[in-house]
């Protein structure tokens, strides 16, 4: 009798990935003034990124056209970005640190989008996939090990006690800080205060 061919899927290389990640995390995460700080988990950390200001700057372009084009979008996008910066999630960088390269700047395009049920509520999407000269941020960093809970683990827990509790941490990736030597390669431009009669930043 003939059996048919098995087929073994070999999980063991995402495995070691995530094994790399979990201890360069455990190697540079602190704790300090109630935040976190956690190196960026690059894959390789003599990593040389290409320059990608230009994309960065040609999508701010069809942001201030579409912005042009429609107040309540800038009025809604501004809002968002100036409460970024006022919580200090974001920094204006300084002068003398702009024009250094060591191979390790990666500007992030952005865009906003709102959602069929919160047309009110804008959401902007830090796109760390976006490709330049065939790569992304994302390509350079570790993705780390999937940790959502199992859909039907979490609906057999609701029958082990009386009461359930669900939470939600608010802008929890940005109460996360990254350390001086990594916040380069989350770069990104933005207007004063958002009025696009004036440079981007």
């Given at each position: 009798m003939d059996?048919?061919?098995?087929?073994?899927?070999?999980?063991?290389?995402p495995f070691q990935e995530d094994k790399?990640?979990?201890?360069?995390i455990n190697k540079?995460?602190?704790?300090?003034?109630?935040?976190?700080?956690?190196?960026?988990?690059f894959r390789d950390d003599t990593v040389r990124l290409p320059n990608n200001e230009s994309q960065a700057m040609q999508r701010l372009k069809a942001i201030e056209k579409k912005m042009q084009r429609n107040p309540k979008f800038h009025m809604d996008y501004k809002t968002y970005m100036n409460d970024l910066i006022h919580k200090e999630?974001?920094?204006k960088?300084?002068?003398?640190?702009?024009?250094?390269?060591?191979?390790?700047?990666?500007?992030?395009?952005?865009?906003?989008?709102?959602?069929?049920?919160?047309?009110?509520?804008i959401r902007i999407v830090i796109d760390c996939s976006a490709k330049y000269q065939g790569v992304s941020l994302n390509d350079y960093l570790l993705q780390g090990p999937d940790?959502?809970?199992?859909?039907?683990?979490?609906?057999?827990?609701?029958?082990?006690?009386?009461?359930?509790?669900?939470?939600?941490?608010?802008?929890?990736?940005?109460?996360?800080?990254?350390?001086?030597e990594d916040s380069d390669c989350l770069s990104f431009y933005w207007w004063p205060n958002g009025d696009l009669e004036k440079p981007p930043e």
């Open positions: 059996f048919p061919e098995r087929v073994i899927d070999d999980k063991k290389e790399k990640f979990i201890e360069k540079t995460i602190k704790h300090s003034d109630g935040h976190y700080e956690i190196n960026l988990p999630h974001a920094v960088i300084p002068e003398e640190q702009l024009y250094k390269d060591g191979g390790k700047i990666w500007y992030i395009p952005h865009h906003g989008v709102y959602h069929s049920k919160k047309p009110d509520k940790l959502t809970n199992n859909l039907l683990g979490v609906l057999l827990k609701f029958r082990q006690e009386d009461i359930a509790v669900m939470s939600d941490i608010e802008a929890m990736f940005h109460q996360v800080r990254v350390p001086q």
